[in-house]
């Protein structure tokens, strides 16, 4: 494998980012579907044209970032890896939600939530990481992740947003919170040493960092700044 990474790895540390790196691959390529969800959401919402197509545009993003952290995996299993499959599309059922309400908290799920935190994760990434490679994946997959988040706050900061809607989201917030917690904490039962944060893999302390930092500093504040109150 070529890299200018300034830790060299074992076989096994290979094993594992490759590994790490295809779950990446696997997870985009889940998202995209999700956004399909959004995007159709946005639009029957009667959402502004431009958030609806920028959603329309995340599909195609994170089928772009499935194929790149693919061809990542495999540069470091140095072989040719099956190409990711999405997962069957689990929606929360927010029960008692009316169907407008879901798709607004869809909506704010997938952007406000996850995606706001996968753009700190990806800093943090960055950060770290010294493979020239990763780095790369990092920074292309970083710049759409940032896009997407503000579909979420777009939609929130709309005029079309009632006063109602806002306090209805702002009651699921909590459940909310919940679900996007519970989504980072899922994790496979591997080590991760510290050699391999430099190719993008960082320890597991640290990604429970990242998601409390971006809850506290990102999140909430980003709700507080479009008029929606947190109660935790």
């Given at each position: 494998m070529s890299?200018?990474?300034?830790?060299?790895?074992?076989?096994?540390?290979?094993?594992?980012?490759?590994?790490?790196?295809?779950?990446?691959?696997?997870?985009?390529?889940?998202?995209?579907?999700?956004?399909?969800?959004?995007?159709?959401g946005l639009a029957a919402l009667d959402a502004e044209r431009e958030l609806v197509a920028l959603a329309e545009r995340a599909i195609d993003d994170e089928l772009?970032?499935?194929?790149?952290?693919?061809?990542?995996?495999?540069l470091y299993a140095e072989r040719e890896l099956p190409e990711p499959?999405?997962?069957p599309l689990e929606l929360p059922p927010?029960?008692?939600?009316?169907?407008?309400?879901?798709?607004?908290?869809?909506?704010?799920?997938?952007?406000?939530?996850?995606?706001?935190?996968?753009?700190?994760?990806l800093e943090r990434v960055l950060q770290q990481a010294t493979a020239q490679p990763v780095r790369e994946t990092v920074r292309a997959l970083l710049a759409d992740e940032v896009d997407h988040a503000r579909i979420g706050w777009a939609h929130l900061a709309s005029p079309r947003l009632s006063t109602e809607r806002r306090q209805e989201i702002a009651a699921w917030l909590p459940q909310l919170?919940?679900?996007?917690?519970?989504?980072?904490?899922?994790?496979?039962?591997?080590?991760?040493?510290?050699?391999?944060?430099?190719?993008?893999?960082p320890s597991w302390p640290t990604v429970d960092e990242v998601v409390a930092t971006a809850l506290d500093e990102l999140i909430i504040p980003g709700f507080r700044h479009v008029g929606i109150e947190v109660v935790r």
């Open positions: 890299s200018d990474a300034s830790t060299a790895l074992d076989d096994d540390g290979r094993r594992v980012v490759a590994f790490v790196w295809s779950q990446r691959a696997i997870g985009e390529r889940s998202t995209a579907e999700t956004f399909r969800v959004v995007a159709a772009r970032h499935a194929e790149r952290c693919w061809r990542l995996a495999c499959e999405a997962l927010y029960d008692g939600a009316s169907e407008a309400l879901r798709h607004s908290l869809h909506v704010v799920g997938q952007c406000c939530l996850n995606e706001t935190t996968a753009s700190a994760f919170f919940a679900i996007n917690a519970r989504m980072w904490g899922r994790r496979p039962a591997i080590a991760i040493t510290p050699a391999l944060a430099a190719h993008g893999v």
